[in-house]
Structure formats: C-alpha cells, structure tokens
C-alpha cells in the first residue's frame, strides 16, 4: 500500500505560495526588478513546484522562519 505525503504539510518545509499575476507585477514593481529572470531561480521539476502546479515564469513567494526576524520573504522565479 502506497501513502502519498504532502511535503508542503513538513514542518522543515517554509511555506510557498504561488502568486497571481497581478501580485507578480506588484513584487517586481516593487523591487524595481526590469526582468524576470532578475530574480533567484527555482526549477520545474522542484517537488514543491510540481506540487503548486506552477510555470515557468511564474514568481513563488518563500516565507521562512527567522530567529531574528521570525519571518524572511523570499522570491523565486520558476524556469525550466
């Protein structure tokens, strides 16, 4: 018998979000980004993106927690 497990659920897993195109465009214009691939990269074949369903193109939101600041944002652009 076969157990599918959600990593997403794993406690050493920081949570990602898949943004909106809208929430994409709001990020880079907020970091004053001119393209895409300015931003760190996270491959397709990433589990955490498989399991987000995302694209190529498509920007991930990274929070994760912090000693100091108790959360970190970071950003990923997915490429193939």
């Keep these: 018998m076969e157990t599918e ?6 406690e ?3 949570k990602h979000i898949l ?3 809208q929430e994409k465009e709001e990020v880079i214009k907020h970091y004053g980004i001119r393209k895409i691939n ?3 990269k996270i491959l397709k074949s990433d589990p955490v993106v498989q ?3 995302a694209k190529p193109g ?3 939101k990274i929070i994760r927690k912090s000693d100091t600041a108790k ?3 970071y950003y990923r ?3 193939e």
């Excluded at 497990?5 to 794993?10: A, D, R």
């Design 58 to 60: 498509d920007l991930i």
């Design 12 to 14: 050493l897993i920081p």
């Design 19 to 21: 943004l909106s195109q």
């Design 77 to 79: 652009v997915v490429i």
């Design 38 to 40: 300015q931003f760190p």
């Design 51 to 53: 399991l987000l369903e």
């Design 5 to 10: 497990i959600n990593i997403l659920n794993h």
């Design 71 to 73: 959360e970190s944002i």
